[in-house]
């Protein structure tokens, strides 16, 4: 199952979009890579720069609900720490079981389900938050 990106997940920061937008073309890249056979160092490759930016990105947001005092923040910062460590622990299993077309679909759906439920839910009330402080600045 491949994931689509589309206006329901725009939190309208240009800068968090674009790096959603990332995210979920490098989840494709990895469900792509494993259907058409590409071989495991394409599959890890990608799962590799999916993880690295994954931390940046969650750095990214994180550095602007302190800007903003984001009262929710280490609620939401937290969740960023279990992922990456779940994405951690699924990394470690595709890499001791293989990247079976199994595996590699357990992987991709666990970060892909929990990504797109972040981003509508989690990223958009701290998007809300920030852009009703920047109105307040204005």
């Known amino acids: 199952m491949a994931y689509q ?5 725009e939190t309208g920061y240009d800068k968090v979009d674009n790096q959603h937008k990332q995210l979920v073309a490098a989840l494709n890249a990895i469900i792509e890579a ?14 590799d720069f999916l993880t690295g930016y994954t931390i940046m990105h969650f750095a990214d947001e994180e550095k602007l609900q302190i800007k903003y005092d984001y009262p929710d923040y280490l ?7 279990e992922f990456k460590v779940t994405v ?3 990394t470690r299993r595709l890499v001791k079981e293989g990247p079976s077309e199994e595996m590699v679909n357990t992987v991709t759906t666990a970060i892909g389900d929990w990504l797109l439920n972040h981003i509508k839910g989690d990223d958009f009330r701290m998007a809300a938050y920030v852009k009703a402080k920047d109105l307040e600045q204005e």
């Open 34 to 47: 494993s259907r058409n056979g590409k071989g495991s160092d394409e599959i890890f490759k990608t799962l």
């Open 5 to 9: 990106w589309d206006s329901s997940l």
């Open 88 to 90: 951690g622990e699924l």
């Open 75 to 81: 609620i939401h910062k937290r969740y960023h720490d």
